[in-house]
């Protein structure tokens, strides 16, 4: 639609309003290797179960007022997660301290909204979700990249970074956390790791915005607890998303936080909840079905990992190294010998590959060009490895 002459919607922006993007239009055709893509491919989506399992919570609850929003989010959700969460991930969650949001990227969103001011210093690992990395800076937050080793953050890096800060008198306002199957460099890290993380997050009073949303994908090895289920001090906030677990388009997901930054938020949410469909639909089908849903799906996901990792031994053996996780969606590709996989994008794409480049991730020193985030969630074992030959062509060139 095109505007009328008289209106010039740049002259009315808002100040704070972020700068244009443009819109993404019709969906372009999906190539044939889509290595971007972090989520189950929509064969391994439990679509007609969803669908039965919303046609059952209807036919219970549709002549009740359970089918208006629900502010905070459906109770009988918010029950659930905070089972699920004492049994899966050791924490102990009253149910009025869940909300519910449009998966955890809202969480986030918000939580950044909340405690943001343009400059405030943000803590995240450097290589991190870029989703994160978009809303802090929506947010215009100062980004402050951490560096990591296999078992995830470094502690004394984190203190350091706090200290820095403080010593600037800019104490920063949040430290971002994948602590499980870390997006983009797929590490978990180790319970102790974590309690040490707490323990420096605690002692400056910074709190941690934990994003827990992958931990279910475990196919192999112990679920290592949440960083929430650490901490009494109050200073881990937590979110997951139904948008992996289930089906992505019901953008069902959680924040879970002291009341005091609840009740931030809420004003910042608004009085409406989030869709109550989703919500009836994500109850009833997690209730009935999720545990066997992902147990088939991580069956699928370790079988394709497996791929992945073999089609990378074979193809770029010692030219390059990647993370090698027990679960998860995704791993962290490097190549070795100053090979450039934002110059071998184009190129890959032109033959169906595309990956997530490193650049998008990166925070600190090293803008990551030589790196790329692998997701083997969406191809088959067959796909993967037709679609790594090619990819090592192109960064590598022929033979
Ligand atoms: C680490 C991480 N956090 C948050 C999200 C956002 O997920 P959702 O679909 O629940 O908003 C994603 C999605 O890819 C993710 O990988």
Redesign the pocket.
């Known amino acids: 639609m095109n505007a009328s002459p008289q209106l010039d919607f740049d002259r009315l922006r808002a100040k704070g309003a972020p700068d244009p993007t443009p819109l993404p239009g019709s969906r372009k055709a999906q190539p044939k290797y889509p290595f971007v893509m972090?989520?189950p491919d929509p064969g391994n989506l439990p679509i007609m179960e969803a669908h039965a399992a919303m046609g059952e919570a209807l036919a219970e609850v549709g002549g009740t007022t359970a089918v208006y929003p629900d502010t905070q989010g459906y109770p009988p959700l918010r029950e659930y997660i905070a089972e699920r969460l004492a049994q899966r991930r050791r924490m102990s969650v009253d149910p009025d301290d869940i909300l519910l949001t449009?998966?955890?990227?809202?969480a986030?969103h918000f939580v950044t909204e909340a405690l943001v001011d343009p400059g405030d210093v943000v803590i995240v690992d450097h290589f991190v979700?870029g989703?994160?990395l978009w809303s802090l800076r929506r947010f215009a937050a100062d980004i402050r990249g951490v560096v990591s080793d296999a078992d995830g953050m470094l502690p004394d890096a984190l203190e350091d970074a706090i200290s820095g800060a403080v010593a600037e008198g800019r104490r920063p306002k949040m430290i971002y956390l994948?602590p499980t199957f870390q997006?983009p460099q797929a590490w978990t890290m180790p319970v102790e790791r974590r309690r040490e993380i707490v323990e420096v997050a605690a002692r400056w009073g910074v709190p941690i915005l934990e994003?827990d949303?992958?931990a279910e994908f475990r196919f192999e090895g112990e679920h290592v607890p949440a960083v929430a289920s650490l901490d009494d001090s109050g200073v881990v906030m937590h979110?997951g998303?139904?948008?992996?677990i289930v089906v992505?388009g019901m953008?069902i997901?959680y924040l879970i936080a002291s009341r005091q930054l609840l009740e931030t938020v809420m004003p910042i949410k608004g009085s409406r909840g989030v869709t109550q469909f989703g919500a009836l639909a994500v109850h009833r089908f997690a209730v009935t079905r999720l545990d066997d849903h992902l147990a088939r799906l991580n069956g699928a996901l370790r079988s394709r990992r497996d791929a992945m990792f073999a089609a990378l031994g074979e193809n770029m053996g010692s030219a390059a190294s990647w993370s090698t996780p027990e679960g998860g969606l995704y791993t962290w590709l490097t190549m070795h010998d100053g090979v450039d996989l934002v110059d071998a994008a184009g190129a890959a794409a032109e033959r169906g590959v595309t990956y997530d480049q490193g650049p998008n991730f990166a925070t600190g020193d090293d803008p990551g060009r030589n790196k790329a985030r692998l997701c083997f969630s969406f191809n088959t074992e067959d796909e993967i490895r037709e679609g790594i030959a090619r990819l090592a062509e192109e960064a590598l060139g022929p033979g």
């Open positions: 972090s989520y449009e998966g955890s990227g809202q986030i979700y989703g994160t994948i997006n994003d949303g992958i979110t998303t139904f948008s992996k992505p953008r997901g």
